[in-house]
T-cell receptor, first 117, second 112 residues
Framework: GAVVSQHPSWVICKSGTSVKIECRSL??????MFWYRQFPKQSLMLMAT?????????EQGVEKDKFLINHASLTLSTLTVTSAHPEDSSFYIC?????????????FGPGTRLTVL | KNQVEQSPQSLIILEGKNCTLQ??????????LRWYKQDTGRGPVSLTI?????NTKSNGRYTATLDADTKQSSLHITASQLSDSASYIC???????????FGTGTRLTIIP
């Protein structure tokens, strides 16, 4: 399967600081990437859809000014958590969409564990 | 409302035994159904993807079935191994907007 990487794999920061998470599709070009958040023992929740060269589309209830998304190239999307607070502590997972003949497949990154103190 | 429900919520079985996980969905219109394996602290990894016309699909010791009429799917794991311990997530894709609806997962634990 295709490879999607995330960096960093974990980060600990102080409350009020900003944290940037990178998502890269290593072996294919992805015009569309997705950002998810997962709390313990819960399933993935879609935060936003990242489109290369245009503004991201945010899900209802997700603050776009707090979670800044930039999809500057066909292989890189970044999520910046601005002024992070302890309630932002979570597991953030990105995915990249790759079209096939019959459907669009999504390949997930390994996730980034964010802990805000 | 589009929903995906999985059962059981958690399952513990002995190494070498078989097990079957269930998934019921209400997503409509339907595009495809996916089973993912998620190890603790890792991202989901695709096991199978089935479209409307596919009833069964295998990937090694994993076999998924789909009944689009009853909107049910199952994932059967044969001869379980300790490395199968993980969460298994059923995901249904909406036809048209291609939105993914995630199930809450089944937490599988294999004990020696």
């Amino acid at each position: 399967g295709a490879v999607v990487s995330q960096h960093p794999s974990w980060v600990i920061c102080k409350s009020g600081t900003s944290v940037k998470i990178e998502c890269r599709s290593l072996d294919f070009q992805a015009t569309t990437m997705f950002w998810y958040r997962q709390f313990p023992k819960q399933s993935l929740m879609l935060m936003a859809t990242s489109n290369e060269g245009s503004k991201a589309t945010y899900e209802q209830g997700v603050e776009k000014d707090k979670f800044l998304i930039n999809h500057a190239s066909l292989t890189l999307s970044t999520l910046t958590v601005t002024s992070a607070h302890p309630e932002d502590s979570s597991f953030y997972i990105c995915s990249a969409r790759r079209p096939t003949l019959s459907y669009n497949e999504q390949f997930f990154g390994p996730g980034t564990r964010l802990t805000v103190l | 409302k589009n929903q995906v429900e999985q059962s059981p919520q958690s399952l513990i079985i002995l190494e070498g035994k078989n097990c079957t996980l269930q998934c019921n969905y209400t997503v409509s219109p339907f595009s495809n159904l996916r089973w993912y394996k998620q190890d603790t602290g890792r991202g989901p990894v695709s096991l199978t993807i089935m479209t409307f016309s596919e009833n069964t699909k295998s990937n090694g010791r994993y076999t998924a079935t789909l009944d689009a009429d009853t909107k049910q799917s199952s994932l059967h794991i044969t001869a379980s191994q300790l490395s199968d311990s993980a969460s298994y997530i059923c995901v249904v894709v909406h036809f048209g907007n291609e939105k993914l609806t995630f199930g809450t997962g089944t937490r599988l634990t294999i004990i020696p």
